[in-house]
Structures are given as C-alpha cells and as structure tokens.
C-alpha cells in the first residue's frame, strides 16, 4: 500500500495493518497517532524509536504470534503470510540442521519461556542456527533485550514491504 492510502486509513484499518508489524498494542497506538506521516523513512523512524521502550511483557505479548523458527505459519492472514516470506530460507536447510533448530528451539523455551526469535529474513538456516546455538548461553536479561532487538528489525523490515513511496512523492 502506498504511504498516502496508509495515512488515510480510519485507525483501526490502520491499527490492523501496524498489528502485522508488531502486535504490541501501545505500539501499535502510537504509530497509528503519528500519523500523517511524510516519508517511509519518517514512518520507519518513528516505528523504530517508539520500539525502543519494548518491555519483556511487550515481547511475550508479541511473540504469542510467531511460529517457531522452522515451522510453517499457520493460517492465511497477513501476519501468517509475512513469516512464511520471512523463514522461506528454510526450505533449503538440511535435515541436520532442521533438527538442530527443532531441538534448539526447545532448549530455548526450556531456558527463556518463550520462543526463539531472530530476523530469518537475509539468513541461511546455518546462520539462524548458530544464532540459536549461541543465544542459548545468554542470561535472561540479555536474551529478553536481543530477542527484542530481532523483534524491531522484524517489524521494520514487514513495515518497509507493506507501505510504499506514494507516487506523488516520486521525483
């Protein structure tokens, strides 16, 4: 969607395509006030400094709604699609490491109670899984604010792949 049509939505279409991004409820609301916005970039930059009061209950809030790494989405929905883009890497992972990843992912949850979460878009499933591998020895505290890094990176790159230039905007 063009930037112009985003700025245009009433707030709760609004609301639901944000949610996609992150489902942080706060979050959500402050994107969705800052509207209008000028550029992308401007939207991104807002997005991206509001995110950086994410709690760990904010985290767990979000992760509610991602799959483990590895594992298909389920569903048909917006946010479903977008992980499915995001971990498409996977479907070239060997059967070693998918079994990797599905035990480390359940090392993880043992360790942290939560899911692992890492931006997969860009990474080989080697990358995701030495990631994973060397996540698990970290404290809670450090984990909690990586994993909330990876949950930043992942709701900018899904914001930057939803809204467009407007193309009165373009020279």
Known sequence: MELDEFNRLDAADA???VSVW?????????V??????????????????LA???????????LAHHPRIGQRAAG??????????????????TDAVTTAIADGN??????????FLIRAAGRSPEEILADLERRLGNTPAVEAS???VQLA??????????????EGARA
């Open 22 to 30: 992150a489902a942080i409820p706060a979050w959500v609301d402050a």
């Open 15 to 17: 609301a639901s395509v």
């Open 106 to 115: 359940v090392a993880y949850e043992k360790r942290f109670g939560r899911v």
């Open 146 to 148: 990586e994993a909330t």
């Open 32 to 49: 969705v006030a800052g509207r209008p916005y000028a550029s992308v970039d401007d939207l991104a930059e807002d997005a991206e400094a």
């Open 153 to 166: 990176q992942i709701a900018l790159l899904r914001l930057r792949s939803t809204v467009t230039v407007s």
């Open 76 to 93: 048909e929905g917006a946010e479903a699609a977008a992980s499915r883009t995001e971990q498409s890497a996977m479907s070239s992972a």
């Open 52 to 62: 950086r009061a994410w709690s760990t209950d904010d985290l767990d809030a979000a």
